[in-house]
């Protein structure tokens, strides 16, 4: 197994380029620092000359520092405008015409770096799950070719990415008899693993919801929803099933969404409350849907192993944590090029195994407890940009502790499937 996490900040480019510009602000200070003591260097060395001293000037080697300082500053300068660029077009369609407004002015040159930066990154989005199934399948040398049609054929359905004006979940599934299996105190989770180790599947548990209330004669309720993910291929009561997976990743309601609504209304979610989305691929793509929707007050989202790649509100703090060598997470065909979520979202990745083995095709960096070494690795690597997740999620209005309800979920075939809306043309904004 690889140790190796990246933390990004959002879509393909992994830096913060107002990092960047600061770091360069800050560079150029000391660059002016450095010609000042050249100056006065080379102002003492001609006095120590005329004194008789005859000594070597370190005011040479004092202006060659200076002169890497500035190719430094002019270099994070030049990236940071070439990153913005990409970001740019990414979010407003690289070929739109609004696009070609925002880069007006800007150097024709940059503009097409960034081109092909966008290009690369498009063509090498599946580089790693490729390699990795192609390896494995090596010894069976006629299934390499299925590889390739596979992944092509996850872009053309194009499926894998729902952006804000995408419809809704529509349709009528089967609907779920939800039950109460356990409720417990809980403290507040403090950590990524916290909310990964919480996420249910063992055992008949399929939802978990932590309600956390604050003292005082108006109390305040919100909630942290944790979704297991695919249990079975099918039996036909398990809502947690091939089927739903299908359903979900079509943009149709599942028996599984279904449930979780119920969860949430039993444990006493109502509109406008304040909910935090955590889900393990089917419960993955869930949760991303439901916090598209302008029900509850949507805090976060935070997705492991995610099938699809949701652009959530721009208020929304999104964590997306993916192995690009799991084959699941890349139905999401890459994921957003573009940051989405608030400006605080996160993109986690790791490569889980990076060996090509016949035993990928077990889909074992697929599973949870690989996830929850994912995220415990991310809370090591002491990167700050965790500290606004731990910010937004960790406080609860200063709840010291909580009630954790866990939720089991059986289709229920004596009953009609509920009448559903359609799809919506666009999600409304979440009120504030």
């Given at each position: 197994?690889?140790?190796e996490?990246?933390?990004?900040?959002?879509?393909?480019?992994?830096?913060?380029?107002?990092?960047?510009?600061?770091?360069?602000?800050r560079?150029s200070?000391?660059a002016?620092k450095?010609?000042?003591?050249?100056?006065?260097?080379?102002v003492?060395?001609g006095q120590?000359?005329?004194?008789?001293h005859?000594?070597p000037?370190?005011?040479?080697?004092?202006?060659?520092?200076?002169?890497?300082?500035?190719?430094l500053?002019?270099?994070?300068?030049?990236?940071?405008e070439?990153?913005?660029?990409?970001?740019r077009?990414?979010?407003?369609?690289?070929?739109?015409?609004?696009?070609r407004i925002?880069?007006?002015?800007?150097?024709?040159?940059?503009?097409?770096?960034a081109h092909?930066?966008?290009?690369?990154?498009?063509?090498?989005?599946?580089?790693e799950?490729?390699?990795?199934?192609r390896?494995?399948?090596a010894?069976?040398?006629p299934?390499?070719?299925?590889?390739?049609?596979?992944?092509?054929g996850?872009?053309?359905v194009?499926?894998?990415?729902v952006?804000?004006g995408?419809?809704?979940l529509?349709?009528?599934?089967?609907?779920?008899?939800?039950?109460?299996l356990?409720?417990?105190?809980?403290?507040?989770?403090?950590?990524?693993?916290?909310l990964?180790?919480r996420v249910p599947?063992?055992?008949?548990g399929?939802v978990?919801?932590e309600?956390?209330?604050?003292?005082g004669?108006?109390?305040?309720?919100?909630?942290?929803?944790?979704?297991?993910?695919m249990q079975?291929?099918?039996?036909g009561?398990?809502p947690?099933?091939m089927?739903?997976?299908?359903?979900?990743?079509?943009g149709?309601?599942?028996?599984?969404?279904?449930?979780v609504?119920?969860?949430?209304?039993a444990?006493?979610?109502?509109?406008?409350?304040r909910?935090?989305?955590?889900?393990h691929s089917q419960?993955?793509?869930?949760a991303?849907q439901?916090?598209?929707?302008?029900?509850?007050?949507?805090?976060?989202?935070v997705?492991f192993?995610?099938?699809?790649?949701?652009l959530?509100?721009p208020?929304?703090l999104?964590?997306?944590v993916?192995?690009?060598?799991?084959?699941v997470?890349?139905?999401?065909?890459?994921g957003?090029?573009s940051?989405?979520?608030?400006a605080?979202?996160?993109?986690?990745?790791?490569?889980?195994d990076?060996?090509?083995?016949l035993?990928?095709?077990?889909?074992?960096?697929?599973?949870?407890?690989v996830?929850?070494?994912?995220?415990?690795?991310a809370?090591?690597?002491?990167?700050?940009r965790l500290?606004?997740?731990?910010?937004?999620l960790f406080?609860f209005?200063?709840a010291?502790?909580?009630?954790?309800?866990v939720?089991g979920?059986?289709?229920?075939r004596?009953?009609?499937?509920?009448?559903?809306?359609?799809?919506?043309?666009?999600p409304?904004?979440?009120?504030?």
């Amino acid at each position: 197994m690889n140790d190796e996490v990246d933390i990004r900040s959002g879509g393909f480019v992994a830096v913060d380029t107002g990092t960047l510009r600061h770091a360069a602000a800050r560079l150029s200070v000391v660059a002016g620092k450095l010609d000042a003591l050249a100056s006065r260097l080379w102002v003492l060395s001609g006095q120590s000359a005329r004194a008789g001293h005859l000594e070597p000037s370190p005011a040479g080697g004092v202006e060659r520092a200076r002169d890497r300082v500035d190719a430094l500053t002019s270099a994070l300068r030049d990236r940071a405008e070439l990153y913005e660029v990409v970001e740019r077009s990414v979010a407003l369609g690289w070929d739109s015409p609004a696009t070609r407004i925002a880069l007006l002015g800007v150097d024709p040159a940059v503009v097409a770096r960034a081109h092909g930066l966008v290009t690369q990154w498009y063509d090498e989005r599946h580089r790693e799950v490729e390699n990795q199934l192609r390896g494995a399948m090596a010894p069976v040398i006629p299934m390499m070719l299925v590889v390739g049609r596979l992944i092509q054929g996850i872009t053309a359905v194009d499926h894998g990415v729902v952006g804000r004006g995408d419809p809704l979940l529509h349709g009528a599934p089967a609907p779920t008899v939800v039950t109460e299996l356990a409720r417990r105190q809980v403290e507040p989770p403090r950590a990524l693993a916290d909310l990964a180790e919480r996420v249910p599947g063992q055992g008949e548990g399929r939802v978990r919801v932590e309600v956390y209330t604050t003292a005082g004669p108006d109390p305040v309720h919100e909630y942290v929803v944790y979704i297991a993910g695919m249990q079975s291929f099918g039996d036909g009561a398990d809502p947690w099933d091939m089927q739903s997976n299908l359903e979900l990743y079509e943009g149709r309601a599942s028996s599984s969404s279904d449930a979780v609504e119920r969860a949430l209304a039993a444990a006493g979610a109502r509109s406008g409350d304040r909910v935090h989305f955590v889900g393990h691929s089917q419960g993955a793509m869930i949760a991303s849907q439901l916090a598209r929707r302008n029900e509850f007050d949507v805090g976060s989202l935070v997705t492991f192993a995610s099938p699809v790649a949701v652009l959530a509100p721009p208020d929304v703090l999104q964590v997306t944590v993916r192995h690009p060598d799991d084959p699941v997470v890349a139905l999401a065909d890459g994921g957003w090029p573009s940051a989405a979520g608030s400006a605080q979202s996160l993109v986690i990745e790791r490569v889980a195994d990076p060996e090509p083995r016949l035993t990928d095709l077990a889909l074992g960096v697929h599973q949870m407890e690989v996830y929850r070494e994912t995220a415990a690795l991310a809370d090591a690597s002491g990167d700050p940009r965790l500290a606004d997740l731990q910010r937004e999620l960790f406080t609860f209005g200063g709840a010291s502790a909580g009630v954790a309800i866990v939720y089991g979920a059986e289709r229920d075939r004596a009953r009609s499937p509920s009448p559903r809306p359609g799809p919506s043309p666009q999600p409304p904004a979440p009120a504030r």
